[in-house]
């Protein structure tokens, strides 16, 4: 990936490859479960994908508290490779379904904070995030600041970051000027954000990261694997993987060949200048080396006008929390097979 292509996170005014590593997939099984495609690698083989991504010129590496044992895995490959990497990691808040208040958010922030760089065997993230923000965090705002300023001051972060799902939270946390860089989602299915909150954060020069460009594999053939009561969301997948199959064969579609579903999606995402990075899951090679092949296609004008009517408004749909269950389930049911 040329250096060239590089993207301004904001006014934080890191210089971040448009596509990152999103890692949940190297700690903890993840996504829709597909025989032969499912369950996190091998220690080894994490550790030489993100060697691979960082010589392939990937320098922005996301990661948190929460996915398994990411932090750890990132800790010994990113040894002597440190300097490389734009690192962001993200605290977990959260006890029982309910967000900590007081005293005992305070804690969890900092414990939660030292236990990370422990585990990525770094001194200091560049981007320290508070992982799903709800409404009960922004409500103590004041003291997330004081939180973030003491991280900073001690030196163990440098930018202060927000990971969100839907457009009503990061929208109200942008008002409250909480934030550095935020972490959303948006794709091909989930273009919300594009109405207010990529103009808001463009406007106060806040970075914009955006994560589920895949919708946790929605966006390709494995929507196919999906539980029937999603049979809406397959049959929205199926019209893009049709779209993009006409693209391929049809000469009106410049953009068209080697197209895949994958490339399409991330290509989509990133033919949003507002955007400063996706956050892209990997788990072999092969998928880092298609995901790169995304960050240099250009889709046509005709092909964006058409993938923009895929829009869905329903976040029952697009919230991977509301059908998370069942993928569960069905992980299960596989592995007994």
Same mark, same amino acid.
């Given at each position: 990936?040329?250096?060239?292509?590089?993207?301004?996170?904001?006014?934080?005014?890191?210089?971040?490859?448009?596509?990152?590593?999103?890692?949940?997939?190297?700690?903890?099984?993840?996504?829709?479960?597909?025989?032969?495609?499912?369950?996190?690698?091998?220690?080894?083989?994490?550790?030489?994908?993100?060697?691979?991504?960082?010589?392939?010129?990937?320098?922005?590496?996301?990661?948190?508290?929460?996915?398994?044992?990411?932090?750890?895995?990132?800790?010994?490959?990113?040894?002597?490779?440190?300097?490389? #990497?734009? /690192?962001?990691?993200?605290? +977990?808040?959260? %006890?029982?379904?309910?967000?900590? $208040?007081? =005293?005992? *958010?305070?804690?969890?922030?900092?414990?939660?904070?030292?236990?990370?760089?422990?585990?990525?065997?770094?001194?200091?993230?560049?981007?320290?995030?508070?992982?799903?923000?709800?409404?009960?965090?922004?409500?103590?705002?004041?003291?997330?600041?004081?939180?973030?300023?003491?991280?900073?001051?001690?030196?163990?972060?440098?930018?202060?970051?927000?990971?969100?799902?839907?457009?009503?939270?990061?929208?109200?946390?942008?008002?409250?000027?909480?934030?550095?860089?935020?972490?959303?989602?948006?794709?091909?299915?989930?273009?919300?954000?594009?109405?207010?909150?990529?103009?808001?954060?463009?406007?106060?020069?806040?970075?914009?990261?955006?994560?589920? #460009?895949? /919708?946790?594999?929605?966006? +390709?053939?494995? %929507?196919?694997?999906?539980?029937? $009561?999603? =049979?809406? *969301?397959?049959?929205?997948?199926?019209?893009?993987?049709?779209?993009?199959?006409?693209?391929?064969?049809?000469?009106?579609?410049?953009?068209?060949?080697?197209?895949?579903?994958?490339?399409?999606?991330?290509?989509?995402?990133?033919?949003?200048?507002?955007?400063?990075?996706?956050?892209?899951?990997?788990?072999?090679?092969?998928?880092?080396?298609?995901?790169?092949?995304?960050?240099?296609?250009?889709?046509?004008?005709?092909?964006?006008?058409?993938?923009?009517?895929?829009?869905?408004?329903?976040?029952?749909?697009?919230?991977?929390?509301?059908?998370?269950?069942?993928?569960?389930?069905?992980?299960?049911?596989?592995?007994?097979?």
């Amino acid at each position: 990936m040329n250096r060239s292509h590089y993207r301004t996170l904001g006014r934080t005014g890191l210089s971040v490859s448009p596509i990152a590593l999103g890692t949940v997939e190297l700690g903890m099984d993840y996504g829709i479960p597909v025989p032969g495609q499912y369950g996190r690698p091998s220690s080894s083989a994490a550790e030489r994908l993100v060697g691979a991504a960082l010589d392939a010129g990937i320098n922005f590496i996301d990661t948190a508290q929460a996915y398994g044992n990411s932090e750890a895995v990132l800790g010994r490959a990113l040894r002597g490779r440190r300097k490389r #990497v734009v /690192l962001a990691t993200k605290a +977990t808040v959260q %006890a029982g379904g309910k967000t900590l $208040r007081g =005293e005992a *958010l305070r804690r969890a922030m900092l414990s939660g904070l030292e236990n990370s760089l422990r585990s990525l065997q770094t001194e200091y993230v560049d981007i320290w995030q508070i992982h799903n923000v709800d409404a009960d965090l922004l409500a103590q705002a004041e003291l997330v600041a004081q939180v973030f300023s003491e991280a900073r001051a001690s030196g163990m972060t440098l930018w202060r970051g927000g990971s969100f799902y839907g457009p009503d939270l990061p929208l109200a946390a942008l008002e409250l000027e909480l934030f550095d860089a935020i972490q959303v989602t948006y794709s091909v299915f989930d273009q919300r954000l594009a109405n207010k909150v990529l103009p808001t954060a463009r406007r106060k020069q806040v970075g914009v990261m955006v994560r589920s #460009v895949l /919708l946790q594999g929605v966006l +390709t053939e494995r %929507a196919d694997y999906l539980p029937d $009561r999603l =049979e809406p *969301l397959k049959a929205r997948s199926r019209r893009f993987r049709q779209l993009i199959a006409d693209a391929v064969r049809v000469p009106r579609h410049p953009s068209g060949r080697g197209l895949t579903p994958a490339k399409a999606a991330i290509a989509f995402a990133l033919a949003e200048p507002r955007i400063g990075s996706v956050l892209v899951g990997m788990r072999t090679e092969a998928e880092l080396e298609e995901n790169l092949e995304a960050a240099s296609t250009t889709l046509s004008p005709d092909l964006l006008h058409e993938l923009r009517q895929l829009r869905i408004d329903d976040p029952e749909l697009l919230n991977p929390s509301y059908w998370q269950a069942d993928l569960l389930a069905a992980a299960k049911k596989m592995q007994q097979n």
